[in-house]
């Protein structure tokens, strides 16, 4: 059965605050998005972009030398979809079966402070949808709030950028906050791999990856539970 899958990418373009002319360029990383559509367009799922301000986003990591990359990026009608994305205001989260929180840098500075995008998760998940997030896109969990009043991730294993990676690509002092640490903050239970490993973690419908190279196998994991969904979406 075809369900609608919800990705949100970043809107912010650096790895620092808006305004810093001195920040180096970022923006969504184009693996992080390329390689988990794939698999869920090709086990017949439909693909949807959100971003926190709606419209062009920014690309990081624009490797054409990745196959699938290059795919993606080529076909302009699919490189359109990033570059058109809904804004939160715009989207009916009762239309989707899961969201995808695609990382980058950037999304450092502008997932953890969107209301509209955790109230869309939120609301995915409490009609019994999957939330997933990969890299540094687990910052759209930081903040996410079940309608108990408790976070999403509280009690819960995930699988994020580590504070070794941070330091290893040279930005442990640059990101605002640290994201392993933020989510255990929450309650969750950071479960790390050794520095640029694949590391998938499921935990109940939460579906989470440490980096690019995890990508593709939260795609690959959410798709059983995409399948157990109770709920039909339209």
């Not at 490189?79 to 989207?91: F, K, W, Y």
């Not at 009690?155 to 070794?164: E, L, Q, Y």
């Not at 933020?182 to 050794?194: K, N, S």
């Amino acid at each position: 059965m075809t369900q609608r899958i919800l990705f949100v990418l970043t809107s912010h373009d650096r790895k620092g605050p808006a305004g810093d002319a001195d920040a180096a360029p970022s923006g969504f990383y184009l693996s992080e998005v390329t390689h988990p559509h794939r698999v869920l367009a090709d086990a017949g799922h439909a693909v949807d972009f959100v971003s926190p301000k709606g419209g062009r986003t920014h690309v990081d990591g624009l490797d054409l030398d990745d196959p699938v990359n290059a795919a993606f990026w080529n076909d302009a009608a699919l490189r359109s979809t990033t570059e058109t994305t809904l804004a939160p205001s715009q989207v009916n989260p009762d239309a989707y079966a899961a969201i995808f929180y695609a990382g980058g840098h950037a999304t450092m500075w502008d997932f953890p402070g969107n209301a509209e995008l955790a109230a869309i998760a939120a609301r995915i998940y409490e009609l019994g949808g999957v939330v997933a997030a990969v890299c540094h896109g687990p910052a759209g969990l930081v903040n996410l709030k079940l309608s108990e009043g408790r976070y999403l991730v509280d009690g819960k294993d995930v699988s994020a950028f580590t504070n070794d990676e941070e330091r290893a690509v040279g930005l442990y002092d640059t990101v605002p906050f640290l994201l392993a640490d933020a989510l255990q903050e929450r309650g969750a239970r950071h479960v790390p791999a050794p520095n640029f490993q694949a590391q998938v973690v499921v935990s109940e419908r939460l579906v989470t990856g440490q980096n690019p190279a995890s990508a593709k196998g939260v795609a690959e994991a959410m798709l059983p539970l995409l399948a157990a969904a109770s709920v039909d979406r339209a």
